[in-house]
């Protein structure tokens, strides 16, 4: 159980593009979801915290009109990268939280975004 | 600033043997600490935690020290085995739950475990 999908697992795209990338809880309702992304050889970053049907909070430094965050359902949420540019190429994970509790955060396998 | 810091990026350790992983942090208000274990292609996943108000966790082979006073956390590992291999990430939090509390992460250490 407590399986985090996310799709695409890789995507390439032009620069000046738009590019969806969703998460989703496969056997639960989460009713946290947060978006990192991770630079090479840096650590999980935190871009954003989302709960089901409101707005996101975005962390500092975190730009919300390029980075839209949709939270539809309990057991989606979507990132958009707007306007990609070569500098957000970088590997962008979701997680999903059961509950309230830490221990009950799952991470997705990641995507990995290469703009060109 | 890094204020959850993991300064191997790599640990080899022989099977059988003791793995030792370590963790410091800098912001004091930090109370709930939590490792992570991440295989390639997957995310990571919840290994064990420990409050501020412990200073050992113990979950079959893998402990959790924390030192507060000189906020600095250890995550050991025995015996290991080549099954442990992953890169394990130490993440912090102030509060081990609710509905704002935030994960910082430090960079990981990548453990390989020797047949």
């Known amino acids: 159980g407590a399986v985090v999908s996310q799709h695409p697992s890789w995507v390439i795209c032009k620069s000046g593009t738009s590019v969806k990338i969703e998460c989703r809880s496969l056997d639960f309702q989460a009713t946290t979801m947060f978006w990192y992304r991770q630079f090479p050889k840096q650590s999980l970053m935190l871009m954003a915290t989302s709960n089901e049907g409101s707005k996101a909070t975005y962390e500092q430094g975190v730009e919300k009109d390029k980075f839209l965050i949709n939270h539809a359902s309990l057991t989606l949420s979507t990132l958009t990268v707007t306007s990609a540019h070569p500098e957000d190429s970088s590997f962008y994970i979701c997680s999903a939280r059961e509950g309230f509790s830490q221990e009950t955060q799952y991470f997705g396998p990641g995507t990995r975004l290469l703009v060109l | 600033d890094q204020q959850v810091k993991q300064n191997s990026p790599s640990l080899s350790v022989q099977e059988g043997r003791i793995s030792i992983l370590n963790c410091d942090y800098t912001?004091?208000?930090?109370?709930?600490f939590l490792w992570y274990k991440k295989y390639p292609a997957e995310g990571p996943t919840f290994l064990i935690s420990?409050?501020?108000?412990?200073d050992k966790n113990e979950d079959g082979r893998f402990t959790v020290f924390l030192n507060k006073s000189a906020k600095h956390l250890s995550l050991h590992i025995v015996p290991s085995q080549p099954g442990d291999s992953a890169v394990y990430f130490c993440?912090?939090?102030?509060?081990?739950?609710?509905?704002?509390?935030?994960?910082?992460f430090g960079k990981g250490t990548l453990l390989t475990v020797n047949p």
């Open positions: 420990i409050s501020s108000i412990k």
């Open positions: 993440a912090a939090s102030a509060g081990s739950g609710g509905s704002n509390y935030k994960l910082t």
């Open positions: 912001n004091s208000m930090f109370d709930y």
